[in-house]
């Protein structure tokens, strides 16, 4: 064991001599190069988000409408690169991503989080380094109303608008005086519900809690047959009104149907099928205007009609661009030139108040009817 | 708390609670079987469940069944479909044993590895219909909800004090119990059951009786996969959906069923089964959907406390005809 | 067969190096590990995850590898050295990322309660390092009162109660919206006391590297003191048990009392881990605790080579670590991730690094199987 002593001498002081010569020589290989300044400008945005896992679905179609916002933005000075995070909607995958784009100053702005767990957890640290977010589709009431951060903007109404203008829909609209809501007891049917409740008073019926990944809504449907409901309000998303929705039509229940935007997408017909016809969808998006190309750029870039928050992406981006060519050349520019930004959007007229929310008046709440597994346009709800 | 709902409506609420149960008991089939025989917990069977349900889409789309067709031709769609899907769901877990399981068992690797292949296993099925198949093919593959028409449409056949009984129900019902009392029969009476239970009594004494151990394996893996196809169709007709994950949860709870009747123990997928889903509905009643899972696994925990081998107790071997 | 004898052979040589260079040689890996944040010659720097303009911050990945490195050794307690299968472990994991949100957190509904009751001012909340005895401390009475009433029972049956219980703790806490905030969780969860730079914190949402230092120093403490553990009479009563327990219930040692302490241990470092969690966060909810998170922590133990510490560590890196790497091949990475897992399970069944005596018993196990089928 002589012979393997001097092996291990060997090792040990090569591994002095590696730790030594690396203190000396680096080599620059922070946040993948591209150092922004003077007056070169070359700038990244960020977007962050679901793109893989399950709720992919709801958030891809704005990261596709800011891209488009991109490729047709036209400017000869600057040059804006796109980068796509992936967080599969988790808080936990979301923080290191922030604190990349955080650390790596080429970045001026970010669009998201587009949900609200992974914006509360990320929003503290764009603060800190004054990175500016333009949400595409974190709706959850305390973003914006309680430990406001200065970065933070949304282009859509919290929860409890939302909440107010289906219960508006559910009394003026379908003259329901017995709602039963159901909520899937996640971050984003919960409050929307309670809003809805609250709203309604006593035109609700009864409220039952069910969860995510349930198929099996026997129980509520049983609740709901005692309770003789003239409407049925579910906040939650799409996997699982569609069984609901199928339960209920097979125990002979036709009371409409009303759920939020969380069934607002492209793929809300083709999971409901037959038993979703009729069923309608609450949601803070205007339909987009006919004489616009937005539907027709949108279908020739990515082979698909825009989806759910499209629109929403596509104003976000606009603003970071508007903000570049109004000669923004850093991270504190943008952030004042986008609090103070009026214009035009897709979605809708784009405007933040000091909390970093638009303008209620500048908001349209829409009713989608589902026809033959399309989402159509129905009615202009003002809550 | 809502007793008063409980008690008035009770009928009622077994008779969803057995109907949701009945799905979980035919999963349950395929956990309890693998174990009897390998005394090892099949985590892709989720998995094979999933695919069953895709099977029954796909002979849908390729035969162009929809809802409102004659009778005749609903028979004959929902036969077809039962029959891809046992077919797909076998060869699924078949597949599994093949490449996930034998090569362990050839190298002795300890119960944990094959937990761990499992989980691989059922990983890269999950995916292959969220992400492979997406990427080839294209919708309806992908990572969203995806509907099954309803072939077989749902109407009420008669009534019980009070009860619709309907057509779907009654299926699900007789279909899960019919297939449970086919397998028990086929495992207690025939001569590959009894290599079956030869093999789950002891291994060792059965290949040196000319038992060949690798094909009552592989029959145990094919018959628990045909019954999760007969689940899937089940399944499809009660909530006319399918995902890639959807496999994930009813997994869960056929697995929980499994160990409350007794893993191992046949009939005690099917108390398993039926218990669990009375007792989730019964929750969802009291308080509400929210709270079922808590309810589940607190019942199991309860129960396994006073029997810990679960309510009829383990062993496949060992159930008599 | 030659990977582990060769795997063996580097052990072998480990144990017959002179102390020294075994000091140094230690001291030098502690030192290369503290400097893993400034990583930057290449071409060592290519392990950073901070390459590509769409990767994610490197030292902000170093810490949740740490962290789950602490999970890995706590459940490699529970798994590996006792032989017990916990499918709960995320269950730990939450309550200790719980405890300090509850208790340290001014916005937490507890907190708020406690101020009122006992009139302290608005904002107040448990101190830091008050918080890390309680976060111990839950999960560890929640170890016991899990493992009570359920250690008695066989194997795959702990399996699925242990999962059930990691369910109970996620549901609850999304359920009991008066205690802990319901499903949108709780924010402003405090950070380490430290002195102020450059106008922050110390413990900033920005400087991970500083976290990562921290979970990195609470980590080499917890593996000398599981290593004392291992070598331990308890270390010996848990060997004896994994083998053989009515055996070892023979020879006098009681069974039931060390799975206990087993999973006391297992279950209070997984609640310290997850304190770091939610600490580093600054936010904790309850979807961040799904079961699958479980099956993760498994994985980690058994691919790395259950049973051994330093697998433990390489299967939680390697977990974490290779799919923040690639994160350019986007939602390839959970198939690749399933394949590899199996894959690699199907190759190596004894783990990456697998401890010296399971891997010798592995290979008994291998030629009895053999010699089995050659019967036949």
């Given at each position: 064991?002589?012979?393997?002593?001097?092996?291990?001498?060997?090792?040990?002081?090569?591994?002095?001599?590696?730790?030594?010569?690396?203190?000396?020589?680096?080599?620059?290989?922070?946040?993948?190069?591209?150092?922004?300044?003077?007056?070169?400008?070359?700038?990244?945005?960020?977007?962050?988000?679901?793109?893989?896992?399950?709720?992919?679905?709801?958030?891809?179609?704005?990261?596709?409408?800011?891209?488009?916002?991109?490729?047709?933005?036209?400017?000869?000075?600057?040059?804006?690169?796109l980068v796509k995070f992936d967080t599969e909607g988790d808080p936990a995958k979301a923080t290191p991503v922030a604190t990349q784009i955080a650390g790596d100053e080429s970045f001026i702005g970010v669009i998201g989080g587009a949900f609200s767990g992974e914006t509360r957890a990320t929003k503290s640290i764009y603060n800190d380094a004054g990175v500016t977010m333009v949400s595409q589709s974190a709706t959850a009431t305390d973003l914006t109303q309680e430990d406001q951060v200065e970065v933070f903007h949304r282009l859509v109404p919290y929860d409890d608008y939302q909440g107010a203008a289906i219960a508006k829909y559910l009394t003026d609209e379908v003259g329901a005086t017995k709602v039963f809501v159901v909520d899937n007891s996640e971050a984003y049917g919960e409050p929307l519900a309670d809003r809805v409740e609250e709203t309604l008073g006593d035109k609700m019926v009864q409220r039952d809690k069910t969860e995510v990944g349930q198929t099996d809504f026997a129980p509520t449907i049983s609740k709901m047959e005692s309770a003789q409901p003239d409407a049925i309000m579910y906040g939650g998303y799409i996997a699982e009104a569609a069984p609901l929705l199928k339960q209920i039509?097979?125990?002979?229940?036709?009371?409409?149907?009303?759920?939020?935007?969380?069934?607002?997408?492209?793929?809300?017909?083709?999971?409901?099928?037959?038993?979703?016809?009729?069923?309608?969808?609450?949601?803070?998006?205007?339909?987009?205007?006919?004489?616009?190309?937005?539907?027709?750029?949108?279908?020739?870039?990515?082979?698909?009609?825009?989806?759910?928050?499209?629109?929403?992406?596509?104003?976000?981006?606009?603003?970071?661009?508007?903000?570049?060519?109004?000669?923004?050349?850093?991270?504190?520019?943008?952030?004042?030139?986008?609090?103070?930004?009026?214009?035009?959007?897709?979605?809708?007229?784009?405007?933040?108040?000091?909390?970093?929310?638009?303008?209620?008046?500048?908001?349209?709440?829409?009713?989608?009817?589902?026809?033959?597994?399309?989402?159509?346009?129905?009615?202009?709800?003002?809550? | 708390?809502?007793?008063?709902?409980?008690?008035?409506?009770?009928?009622?609420?077994?008779?969803?609670?057995?109907?949701?149960?009945?799905?979980?008991?035919?999963?349950?089939?395929?956990?309890?079987?693998?174990?009897?025989?390998?005394?090892?917990?099949?985590?892709?069977?989720?998995?094979?469940?999933?695919?069953?349900?895709?099977?029954?889409?796909?002979?849908?789309?390729?035969?162009?069944?929809?809802?409102?067709?004659?009778?005749?031709?609903?028979?004959?769609?929902?036969?077809?479909?039962?029959?891809?899907?046992?077919?797909?769901?076998?060869?699924?877990?078949?597949?599994?044993?093949?490449?996930?399981?034998?090569?362990?068992?050839?190298?002795?690797?300890?119960?944990?590895?094959?937990?761990?292949?499992?989980?691989?296993?059922?990983?890269?099925?999950?995916?292959?219909?969220?992400?492979?198949?997406?990427?080839?093919?294209?919708?309806?593959?992908?990572?969203?909800?995806?509907?099954?028409?309803?072939?077989?449409?749902?109407?009420?056949?008669?009534?019980?004090?009070?009860?619709?009984?309907?057509?779907?129900?009654?299926?699900?019902?007789?279909?899960?119990?019919?297939?449970?009392?086919?397998?028990?029969?086929?495992?207690?009476?025939?001569?590959?059951?009894?290599?079956?239970?030869?093999?789950?009594?002891?291994?060792?004494?059965?290949?040196?009786?000319?038992?060949?151990?690798?094909?009552?394996?592989?029959?145990?893996?094919?018959?628990?996969?045909?019954?999760?196809?007969?689940?899937?169709?089940?399944?499809?007709?009660?909530?006319?959906?399918?995902?890639?994950?959807?496999?994930?949860?009813?997994?869960?709870?056929?697995?929980?069923?499994?160990?409350?009747?007794?893993?191992?123990?046949?009939?005690?997928?099917?108390?398993?089964?039926?218990?669990?889903?009375?007792?989730?509905?019964?929750?969802?009643?009291?308080?509400?959907?929210?709270?079922?899972?808590?309810?589940?696994?607190?019942?199991?925990?309860?129960?396994?406390?006073?029997?810990?081998?679960?309510?009829?107790?383990?062993?496949?071997?060992?159930?008599?005809? | 067969?030659?990977?582990?004898?060769?795997?063996?052979?580097?052990?072998?040589?480990?144990?017959?190096?002179?102390?020294?260079?075994?000091?140094?040689?230690?001291?030098?890996?502690?030192?290369?590990?503290?400097?893993?944040?400034?990583?930057?010659?290449?071409?060592?720097?290519?392990?950073?995850?901070?390459?590509?303009?769409?990767?994610?911050?490197?030292?902000?990945?170093?810490?949740?590898?740490?962290?789950?490195?602490?999970?890995?050794?706590?459940?490699?307690?529970?798994?590996?050295?006792?032989?017990?299968?916990?499918?709960?472990?995320?269950?730990?994991?939450?309550?200790?990322?719980?405890?300090?949100?509850?208790?340290?957190?001014?916005?937490?509904?507890?907190?708020?309660?406690?101020?009122?009751?006992?009139?302290?001012?608005?904002?107040?909340?448990?101190?830091?390092?008050?918080?890390?005895?309680?976060?111990?401390?839950?999960?560890?009475?929640?170890?016991?009162?899990?493992?009570?009433?359920?250690?008695?029972?066989?194997?795959?049956?702990?399996?699925?109660?242990?999962?059930?219980?990691?369910?109970?703790?996620?549901?609850?806490?999304?359920?009991?919206?008066?205690?802990?905030?319901?499903?949108?969780?709780?924010?402003?969860?405090?950070?380490?006391?430290?002195?102020?730079?450059?106008?922050?914190?110390?413990?900033?949402?920005?400087?991970?590297?500083?976290?990562?230092?921290?979970?990195?120093?609470?980590?080499?403490?917890?593996?000398?003191?599981?290593?004392?553990?291992?070598?331990?009479?308890?270390?010996?009563?848990?060997?004896?048990?994994?083998?053989?327990?009515?055996?070892?219930?023979?020879?006098?040692?009681?069974?039931?009392?060390?799975?206990?302490?087993?999973?006391?241990?297992?279950?209070?470092?997984?609640?310290?881990?997850?304190?770091?969690?939610?600490?580093?966060?600054?936010?904790?909810?309850?979807?961040?605790?799904?079961?699958?998170?479980?099956?993760?922590?498994?994985?980690?133990?058994?691919?790395?080579?259950?049973?051994?510490?330093?697998?433990?560590?390489?299967?939680?890196?390697?977990?974490?670590?290779?799919?923040?790497?690639?994160?350019?091949?986007?939602?390839?990475?959970?198939?690749?991730?399933?394949?590899?897992?199996?894959?690699?399970?199907?190759?190596?069944?004894?783990?990456?690094?697998?401890?010296?005596?399971?891997?010798?018993?592995?290979?008994?196990?291998?030629?009895?199987?053999?010699?089995?089928?050659?019967?036949?």
């Open positions: 064991m002589i012979r393997s002593s001097k092996t291990w001498q060997a090792v040990a002081f090569t591994a002095v001599a590696g730790l030594a010569l690396s203190a000396c020589g680096t080599t620059d290989t922070d946040g993948g190069g591209g150092s922004a300044g003077g007056d070169d400008c070359n700038f990244k945005i960020g977007v962050m988000g679901a793109l893989s896992g399950a709720n992919a679905s709801i958030v891809l179609p704005s990261v596709d409408g800011a891209d488009l916002a991109l490729r047709q933005w036209d400017n000869d000075e600057c040059e804006v690169e039509r097979d125990a002979g229940i036709d009371a409409p149907f009303v759920g939020g935007d969380g069934l607002y997408g492209a793929d809300f017909g083709n999971a409901v099928g037959e038993a979703g016809e009729g069923a309608v969808v609450m949601c803070p998006c205007a339909p987009i205007e006919d004489d616009s190309t937005f539907a027709a750029d949108f279908e020739e870039e990515f082979g698909s009609a825009p989806g759910a928050y499209a629109a929403e992406g596509y104003d976000a981006m606009s603003v970071f661009l508007a903000a570049l060519d109004d000669g923004a050349r850093d991270r504190a520019s943008v952030e004042e030139f986008v609090d103070g930004y009026t214009g035009e959007g897709l979605s809708k007229e784009v405007a933040f108040d000091e909390n970093g929310d638009v303008p209620q008046e500048n908001v349209s709440y829409w009713a989608y009817k589902n026809e033959g597994g399309t989402l159509v346009p129905e009615v202009e709800v003002a809550p | 708390m809502d007793f008063d709902a409980l008690i008035s409506g009770l009928d009622r609420h077994t008779l969803d609670g057995i109907t949701r149960g009945s799905i979980y008991a035919l999963v349950a089939l395929g956990y309890t079987m693998v174990y009897g025989v390998m005394k090892l917990i099949n985590f892709a069977h989720s998995e094979v469940f999933m695919v069953g349900t895709w099977a029954v889409l796909g002979t849908y789309t390729a035969i162009g069944a929809t809802a409102g067709m004659g009778v005749g031709m609903v028979i004959a769609a929902t036969l077809l479909a039962l029959l891809a899907a046992m077919l797909a769901s076998a060869g699924t877990a078949l597949a599994v044993e093949r490449i996930a399981y034998r090569p362990l068992r050839k190298k002795g690797a300890p119960p944990l590895i094959f937990l761990i292949t499992g989980i691989g296993c059922s990983i890269v099925l999950v995916e292959t219909f969220g992400q492979v198949l997406r990427v080839i093919f294209g919708p309806p593959f992908g990572r969203v909800t995806v509907n099954i028409p309803s072939v077989l449409e749902t109407t009420t056949l008669f009534e019980i004090g009070g009860l619709n009984i309907t057509n779907t129900r009654l299926l699900i019902i007789v279909g899960a119990i019919a297939m449970m009392f086919a397998l028990d029969t086929f495992v207690n009476k025939s001569r590959l059951g009894r290599g079956v239970r030869a093999v789950a009594q002891d291994p060792d004494t059965a290949s040196l009786m000319g038992v060949n151990q690798e094909r009552v394996i592989m029959l145990v893996f094919v018959l628990g996969g045909a019954m999760a196809g007969v689940a899937a169709l089940l399944y499809s007709i009660q909530y006319d959906i399918t995902k890639f994950d959807i496999g994930f949860f009813i997994g869960l709870k056929a697995f929980t069923a499994a160990v409350l009747g007794g893993i191992g123990n046949l009939r005690g997928a099917l108390v398993g089964g039926l218990f669990l889903g009375i007792a989730e509905v019964y929750a969802s009643i009291i308080w509400s959907s929210e709270w079922t899972n808590v309810t589940a696994f607190v019942v199991l925990v309860i129960i396994l406390m006073f029997r810990p081998t679960g309510l009829l107790g383990e062993s496949l071997g060992k159930a008599r005809a | 067969m030659s990977q582990i004898t060769s795997a063996l052979r580097i052990g072998d040589r480990w144990d017959h190096a002179p102390k020294a260079v075994r000091w140094v040689a230690l001291l030098l890996l502690v030192a290369f590990a503290y400097y893993l944040p400034y990583l930057n010659i290449l071409p060592f720097a290519y392990v950073r995850t901070d390459l590509t303009s769409s990767g994610s911050d490197w030292a902000s990945v170093l810490f949740l590898v740490v962290v789950y490195m602490i999970v890995a050794v706590g459940l490699n307690v529970v798994i590996g050295l006792a032989g017990l299968l916990d499918l709960g472990y995320v269950g730990f994991y939450a309550l200790g990322a719980y405890s300090i949100a509850l208790f340290g957190s001014p916005s937490s509904p507890v907190t708020q309660l406690i101020a009122d009751r006992f009139g302290l001012s608005e904002g107040w909340a448990v101190p830091f390092a008050f918080c890390i005895p309680i976060a111990i401390l839950m999960a560890l009475v929640a170890g016991v009162i899990l493992g009570a009433p359920t250690l008695r029972l066989r194997g795959d049956y702990l399996a699925i109660v242990t999962l059930g219980f990691g369910e109970i703790i996620r549901i609850t806490a999304r359920n009991v919206d008066g205690v802990t905030g319901g499903a949108a969780g709780i924010t402003n969860v405090p950070t380490p006391p430290g002195p102020e730079i450059d106008g922050r914190a110390f413990f900033n949402t920005i400087d991970a590297e500083r976290w990562y230092w921290l979970a990195l120093t609470i980590l080499i403490l917890i593996i000398f003191l599981a290593r004392r553990l291992e070598n331990s009479r308890v270390g010996r009563a848990w060997l004896a048990i994994r083998e053989d327990e009515d055996a070892a219930a023979v020879m006098g040692v009681a069974g039931f009392k060390f799975k206990l302490w087993a999973f006391a241990i297992g279950a209070s470092l997984g609640g310290l881990a997850g304190l770091l969690f939610g600490s580093k966060q600054q936010y904790v909810e309850p979807n961040a605790f799904m079961v699958q998170l479980s099956f993760l922590f498994v994985a980690m133990v058994v691919i790395g080579g259950s049973g051994n510490i330093v697998g433990a560590l390489l299967g939680a890196f390697l977990l974490t670590y290779l799919p923040e790497r690639f994160r350019e091949f986007v939602d390839w990475r959970p198939f690749a991730f399933g394949v590899a897992m199996v894959a690699v399970m199907v190759l190596r069944p004894q783990g990456l690094v697998p401890s010296r005596r399971r891997a010798r018993e592995f290979e008994d196990r291998k030629q009895e199987a053999e010699e089995a089928a050659a019967d036949v």
